[in-house]
């Protein structure tokens, strides 16, 4: 059996940071985005006289800071799915994993989330397991707090640490353009500089843009979006406040970075505006992407 699956990225429309939990973990509030930028994950299942896995990469040149060992969430997801599900095997088997990457590593588009879940889902309907959805975001939750919104898909609310799910009404297909700047940021340290000042005002208004998503206006909810992490952000990597104006300069209705960083996104009226600021934009020391999002 073959058979390739998309794992498509995540932008985060609005990313508040409630509070610090007694575990170290954050309870977040962040209404998530599918786009139409994905990797693609080719798995091929043959019987075996054990289960084994195998993880490579087709381009992992372009990739050198991922590793495609056991530590991979690729390898992860595939080890706790046979781990957790493997007794209703009726034989061993070997499992065969590619992928040909296409998101940004270290951007904030959860990539290696993305990448799990499609391991997920790609081995349960190839192995004819018929897990639920529910039940893969209960795998999933173990592998990383992005990987149960890149399960479900679409746009949602994430809450929690982002494992609690509420799908919502589609903005639609919106044309973005993406900027990675070239260095890549630690989470931890995003989050630690977040919580010196989470007590103070800033907070993006998640109910509004709820609303906005809920209304009959939902190009209204660009004036909703935002990121609590920004600031934290850009005192690492000052060249982010630099791509969002060349966005912005180039038409873009709304410019901002997604989760902890370091890539950032513009969004525009339509899809020429798009293809016009990607052909106009040339940034230094930053790669681009042009995609939109979809309607699930």
Not at 57 to 79: I, P, R, T
Request: overall charge negative.
């Amino acid at each position: 059996m073959n058979k390739t699956f998309n794992a498509y990225a995540k932008l985060n429309l609005l990313l508040d940071i409630i509070k610090k939990r007694e575990d170290g973990y954050h309870d977040i509030s962040s209404v998530m985005q599918s786009i139409s930028l994905h990797d693609e994950i080719n798995i091929d299942i043959s019987s075996s006289k054990q289960n084994e896995i195998k993880v490579s990469c087709v381009n992992a040149g372009d990739f050198s800071s991922v590793k495609w060992d056991e530590s991979n969430l690729v390898y992860k997801a595939a080890s706790l799915l046979l781990t957790d599900c493997g007794q209703a095997l009726k034989s061993p088997v070997s499992i065969n994993i590619s992928v040909k990457k296409n998101i940004p590593a270290g951007a904030g588009m959860g990539g290696g989330s993305a990448d799990a879940a499609a391991v997920l889902k790609g081995l349960n309907e190839l192995l004819g397991l018929d897990l639920s959805v529910d039940k893969l975001c209960e795998l999933g939750k173990r592998l990383g707090a992005d990987v149960p919104f890149c399960l479900v898909g679409g746009t949602a609310l994430c809450e929690g640490i982002g494992e609690r799910i509420t799908s919502l009404p589609s903005p639609g297909k919106v044309p973005c353009v993406i900027l990675k700047p070239e260095i890549s940021l630690s989470t931890k340290e995003i989050y630690d500089i977040t919580d010196t000042y989470i007590d103070l005002p800033g907070h993006p208004d998640t109910g509004k843009m709820i609303a906005a998503l809920n209304s009959k206006h939902r190009n209204t909810f660009t004036a909703n979006c935002g990121n609590f992490m920004e600031p934290a952000a850009i005192k690492l990597c000052p060249i982010i406040n630099d791509l969002k104006k060349q966005l912005t300069d180039a038409g873009a209705v709304l410019s901002m970075m997604t989760g902890s960083g370091s890539a950032v996104f513009g969004l525009f009226t339509d899809e020429n505006a798009a293809k016009k600021a990607f052909e106009k934009i040339t940034p230094s020391k930053a790669e681009k992407f042009i995609s939109f999002f979809f309607v699930d």
